[in-house]
């Protein structure tokens, strides 16, 4: 039969455990988010960098 101590500690284990899993998991969430963003963001200014450039052409303004 297993003590009292033996299964407090292991449900306290089992908890920090559960704990330290959810927050490495809500920081890989967040980190995913960030380089969706950040992706997101660059290829918005690789889209109106190319836009500006047409109309730069079309306007006759390149140098």
Not at 28 to 41: P, T
Not at 42 to 48: A, E, I, N, R
């Amino acid at each position: 039969m297993i003590s009292r101590a033996v299964k407090s500690h292991w449900k306290l284990v089992w908890r920090t455990f559960n704990k330290a899993v959810k927050v490495t998991l809500q920081d890989i969430k967040q980190s995913v988010k960030a380089v969706f963003y950040s992706a997101k963001k660059s290829d918005y200014l690789s889209q109106q960098r190319t836009l500006f450039r047409r109309l730069e052409r079309y306007e006759g303004r390149e140098g």
